[in-house]
């Protein structure tokens, strides 16, 4: 008993039962303590350190619990067996630190942005507010694995209307993100498959496949599309594809390219397309392109969709429209996961849609895009002699391929030099072939009229040089 | 142009050039018109139509962009090669509709439960509404893969002091809820491991490791938790443990044994501990057993928390830290991937711990379950002679091993009987075997005292005839 040293402090904001516990951790961590060392019985101590008798009993309950004092009945508390108890030093491994010092351009042409001068904060405040009072705990218990009923309603109504999907609320999962919903896709599809992409390629879903441990495969386009003859031969499984509008070139797949997609995908049971629908709600002349989906006859088709791009990035909300085979996958072996996304959420953007804010917001958008897009094309014609335009008229980026024999690099250098951001192709192609023509993706979401004017005055005169 | 039927209403809220376009889409479709049939010219149809010829036009446009028709340049606009178009009828295939219809019982002693009525409304509401008006544009930007910095700052902090874990913010990577976690978990990870589980098991987390293909078996566990000679043996790369307070068993984890453990996973390179310490808050005797994690000198435990079952199940945030070399592995390969987890509610909780409110709200519902469980405990006094209480002191449920001879099937049917629903153990296991005692579960969150107290009395009863 002589060994325990233990001042308390009694104006401590540690309670003295914690105090004793820890100076007998110490001891018996740091080797003071031997195995099978006997401790003083809790009336002793609590005399000596003038304590309750319950305090030291709670202090030697917490020990026992933790495992660092063992109890043998009538004879009293013991050191546990802990000498071999590792050493408590860490060995200090260096974390690697992110670069994340991403230098700032004053015109960044990036094809991702999403203007957010245009989110209607105000309606957003508005519906959280009053989505928090109505509900109570009802909104904060587990939600349907699936998404809300409602919410999945709301965008199945959406999905019939604007994009021709022939779906029902029962087909509709809903995720935190799309790169959540290809994880979910994975655990339902199960298995082994070779899935193929477009060649250039939407990365993201790209990188996902890859990271998920699929085999993947590059098919290339021709004017139409993903070549369905080279996607024959790949061996592939699934063909991923975005024909609405193919992510980065703009190609819209027209509608006999698309029936021998389907064609091809109705030839063997577990061939699948996943149609990634990213960003159909932009497009500057006549209506929107039909979906894929409202042509399968056969349940071939896995329709993704997202709010991310239409509503805003920080809004981890997307879903996927599962055909029969793969809903009846789900329900028996992963309809236990749980939902990934907020009800405050689902609630929130249900009720966006059904009061016809999300429409709204839209046409707000469209417009704001379709402006700038039409200034970039005016400004554009000027350098009509070094370059040809293509994937106009249809979501927030358009392409140069140039003819006056420079690299894309040297294009990418001579903008940089100016401090202006714009984006090669070639950042996209899975495989890279030398006999490319230099192309340059130039989106336009995120720069104002004004900033795209002054931005292609420069390029049209550093191009030149 | 005979064959055209064009009625155009120009009452109709649908364009007229839409309707035109309709109207030969649908011709097209079902067979009127035949590949390379000639369309009018845009000057012939504007006039029969009595329209603009840009309408027309627009009407053209849209039917190329499809893919419907083909333009010839000097001789006009043809019907492209649609002739193999498929059907588009649907062949409907009945969705399996799932079963909802959960019976609702009287008493439900659920150990999933959370006490919602005590859920903070009002500090949530003011928090909401606080961050949506502070920030603005920057709050629905994409955020940090691994979740906002402040927001792992605050969680580090907490866990540092809160649970003796010894991390970084950098180590952190926040997702949406402990099933996300555990798909990118498995991402991380890679290749093919084979998880050792507690038996019985928190079978969420085992059934996600078979949905995510991973090999699982099953380990034993004694009086102090997972039996590290039998998981030596077991051939297993991970294991999946819950030392602070093993669920369904409640075993606390003692020194001993999760030495033993730490001493298993240093001796192979790609071994691991992963310690779900899902409800380590809620102690009711003493202080909460420090973390596994923070005795780990080699970097060999992931660590998971979740803010799931401490603050509401609808909060869909949940964390893990991970060791240095698999921080490394996720830096390298997987930080593409996005958040799930919006800004704004990752901004909530950061400011509801760093604010006090975590703390205030856990000593609340501290109290709350723990006069629960203490009133449970005094009335399952009257029934000590036909059971055998464990697990108690810890967590939201307790276990009750029978002595009179009735089987676990037995109790359940007899207590269904009265509108009571209790869980047996062997729902937990994963290897069942005849010999085990009767044990039944008891959660007590989501029930009132003096609801306890009725049931109890109710049980008392049924189970002695």
Redesign the interface.
């Known amino acids: 008993m002589n060994e325990l040293t233990i001042s308390l402090k009694s104006s401590s904001k540690i309670p003295l039962?914690?105090q004793i516990?820890s100076y007998i951790k110490a001891d018996i961590q740091n080797g003071r303590m031997g195995y099978r060392e006997k401790l003083p019985s809790t009336r002793a101590l609590s005399r000596y350190l003038e304590v309750s008798r319950s305090t030291v009993e709670?202090a030697y309950?917490?020990l026992l619990?933790?495992?660092?004092i063992e109890s043998e009945p009538y004879r009293g508390f013991f050191v546990?067996?802990?000498e071999?108890?590792?050493?408590?030093?860490?060995?200090k491994?260096d974390?690697?630190?992110?670069e994340k010092a991403r230098r700032k351009y004053r015109y960044d042409f990036s094809p991702n942005g999403v203007d957010?001068?245009s989110?209607p904060?105000n309606v957003?405040?508005k519906l959280?507010?009053e989505i928090?009072?109505d509900d109570?705990?009802e909104?904060?218990?587990?939600?349907d694995p699936k998404g809300e009923h409602g919410f999945r309603n709301a965008i199945s109504s959406y999905l019939h209307q604007a994009r021709g999907v022939?779906c029902?609320p029962?087909?509709i999962i809903v995720?935190?993100?799309?790169?959540?919903i290809l994880?979910?896709l994975s655990?339902i599809l199960?298995g082994e498959y070779r899935i193929a992409f477009e060649d250039p390629v939407y990365k993201?879903a790209y990188?996902?496949a890859n990271?998920?441990?699929y085999k993947t495969v590059p098919v290339s386009l021709d004017k139409?599309g993903m070549k369905v003859s080279e996607l024959e031969k790949s061996g592939a499984d699934i063909a991923y594809v975005t024909p609405s509008h193919q992510y980065p070139t703009g190609i819209?797949?027209?509608?006999?390219?698309?029936?021998e997609l389907?064609?091809w995908a109705a030839k063997r049971e577990n061939r699948y397309i996943v149609e990634d629908d990213y960003d159909s709600e932009y497009r500057y002349?006549?209506?929107p392109?039909?979906a894929l989906q409202g042509?399968d006859?056969?349940?071939k088709v896995i329709y993704l969709g997202t709010f991310s791009k239409s509503i805003?990035?920080?809004?981890?909300l997307s879903y996927m429209v599962l055909p029969?085979?793969l809903?009846?996958k789900y329900?028996k072996?992963?309809?236990?996961?749980?939902?990934?996304?907020?009800?405050?959420?689902q609630l929130i953007v249900q009720r966006f849609i059904e009061e016809g804010y999300y429409e709204r917001h839209l046409n707000k958008t469209r417009a704001l895009y379709k402006s700038r897009h039409d200034v970039l094309i005016e400004e554009l014609k000027g350098m009509s002699d070094i370059l040809n335009i293509s994937g106009e008229h249809a979501g927030v980026h358009l392409l140069l391929t140039f003819k006056n024999g420079m690299s894309e690099e040297e294009l990418i250098k001579r903008a940089e030099k100016e401090d202006i951001r714009v984006y090669g192709l070639s950042d996209y192609r899975i495989q890279k072939s030398a006999d490319e023509r230099a192309t340059i993706l130039l989106g336009y979401a995120n720069l104002t009229e004004e900033q795209i004017r002054e931005a292609v005055k420069i390029l049209n005169h550093c191009f030149r040089l």
Chains 1, 2 share one sequence.
């Open positions: 039962y914690e516990y709670l309950e917490q619990s933790e495992g660092y546990a067996q802990t071999e108890l590792y050493r408590l030093k860490k060995e491994t974390v690697p630190v992110q957010l001068r989110f904060y957003w405040r959280s507010r928090l009072i109570r705990t909104l904060f218990r587990s939600g022939n029902s029962e087909q995720g935190a993100g799309s790169d959540y994880m979910l655990m199960g993201q990188r996902m990271a998920l441990s139409n819209v797949m027209p509608i006999n390219r698309r029936m389907l064609r002349k006549g209506k392109i039909p042509y006859a056969h349940e805003a990035p920080a809004i981890r029969g085979p809903l009846e329900e072996k992963d309809h236990f996961v749980h939902s990934t996304v907020s009800k405050v959420d």
